[in-house]
């Protein structure tokens, strides 16, 4: 499970992921981006944790100064190459986001967006304050995660994907609650509002928890 979407959910079939996503789902995703923009500066450095072939990296160019991804996924990377062909502004890693190799202070902005947090089966802890070590003065680190009420229209589109075969059969008995899980190993929880506040907690630093669009929970933490 740990490498799921490393070794089956990559590149183009992670891509498609995203073709099959119904309207409401395709408005959340829209959403989160737009939350994220709104709160860039034109000369900010952007770092996106688990940033898959660049989905959200190609609007962050439009107005960051430089956008830098990573991800565990070689397939990714190479083909996020091909998918943000003519963009100049960016960077590409295969890297493990709980093992940032990064100096300290170097991004205005740090953001790990819909349920990375969850998706990445890596320590929580670790990953937050690895990201707030990156992160210079004065900038904000976001994270997200779906919001209680979205849950319907995620699992729907996770069936979705489950009939496309990018997934495996969802396990019904044992899908609930904010987690999904299907036969052949993959498994994602949700983070909430008591999760986020509990870990800004940990590591010392405070937080701003919103909901977005009744589909996202962001914790934004100012640095």
Not at 89 to 113: G, H, S, W
Request: glycine share 8%.
């Amino acid at each position: 499970m740990k490498n799921y979407y490393s070794e089956n959910l990559s590149a183009e079939r992670l891509e498609r992921c995203y073709t099959v996503a119904p309207p409401r789902v395709r408005q959340y995703l829209h959403m989160e981006i737009k939350h994220v923009l709104d709160r860039i500066r034109p000369g900010d450095v952007v770092l996106e944790l688990g940033c898959g072939y660049g989905r959200a990296m190609k609007p962050l160019c439009e107005k960051a100064l430089l956008v830098i991804g990573i991800d565990t996924s070689p397939s990714n990377i190479e083909y996020g190459h091909t998918y943000l062909n003519g963009i100049t502004n960016y960077r590409l890693f295969q890297m493990n986001a709980a093992k940032l190799i990064f100096p300290d202070e170097m991004f205005d902005t740090v953001l790990c967006i819909q349920n990375g947090i969850c998706a990445f089966h890596v320590d929580k802890t670790t990953l937050v304050r690895g990201a707030v070590r990156v992160t210079r003065p004065g900038g904000r680190v976001f994270f997200s995660s779906y919001a209680t009420q979205f849950w319907k229209d995620r699992l729907e589109w996770f069936h979705l994907q489950s009939e496309e075969g990018l997934l495996g059969e969802i396990d019904e008995q044992k899908t609930r609650n904010g987690k999904i899980v299907c036969k052949d190993g993959f498994e994602v929880m949700t983070a909430g509002e008591e999760d986020f506040r509990t870990l800004a907690s940990e590591i010392g630093v405070g937080s701003i928890i919103e909901e977005v669009d009744e589909s996202s929970i962001f914790c934004e933490i100012p640095i």
